[in-house]
């Protein structure tokens, strides 16, 4: 008759406590890819129908001038800027969600040369939403002068999600005044 203690040697129950801690602990990092687009409505005409310089960026991985112009490009009427936004998070084995908000920065260099829009995007799959996007400033010399980040007026957008599978779809409707 085998030894009961057998039964409970660590050398059986220590491999399967380390399995099921790694199946309870089944959380990593996964990659999104959020395929954004911009139109840009020019309600005063002020720009006619040339293409105007545009660019999206992660305001997260940077914020200064030349990170925004790194993706500079340009969009017309019934010709979308586009662009990919590679973003990461935290999921649970078996969670194939998408990201719960998107950072986008919106650089308008004809508009505002001297800062950009940033604005944190909830999406819902099929939705269209209203945000406006908060002005920043490129200026950083309020950090030693008043203490207080020069601001402008926001600029209105609307964002339509689609969920893609690995990530969002996201046409950002710009309404310029």
């Known amino acids: 008759m085998p030894d009961p203690m057998l039964r409970w040697h660590p050398t059986r129950w220590v491999p399967a406590l380390g399995a099921l801690l790694l199946l309870l602990a089944g959380c ?17 005409r002020q720009w006619g129908d040339e293409p105007l310089a545009v660019s999206v960026f992660d305001p997260l991985m940077g914020d200064t001038r030349d990170w925004a112009r790194e993706s500079l490009g340009t969009t017309a009427p019934g010709e979308p800027y586009r662009r990919d936004l590679p973003d990461t998070g935290t999921r649970w084995v078996g969670d194939s969600s ?28 099929g939705q269209t939403r209203s945000y406006d996007a908060t002005y920043v400033s490129y200026d950083y010399s309020w950090e030693t002068t008043t203490g207080r980040r020069p601001t402008g007026p926001p600029l209105p957008l609307t964002v339509t999600s689609l969920d893609n599978g690995n990530g969002w779809d996201l046409q950002l409707a710009v309404a310029l005044p």
């Open 28 to 44: 990593g990092t996964v990659t999104f890819t959020n395929r954004v687009a911009v139109s840009v409505a020019d309600s005063s």
């Open 98 to 125: 998408p990201p719960r908000t998107v950072q986008v920065g919106i650089y308008l260099p004809e508009v505002d040369r001297t800062g950009y829009y940033a604005v944190t995007v909830e999406p819902v799959s």
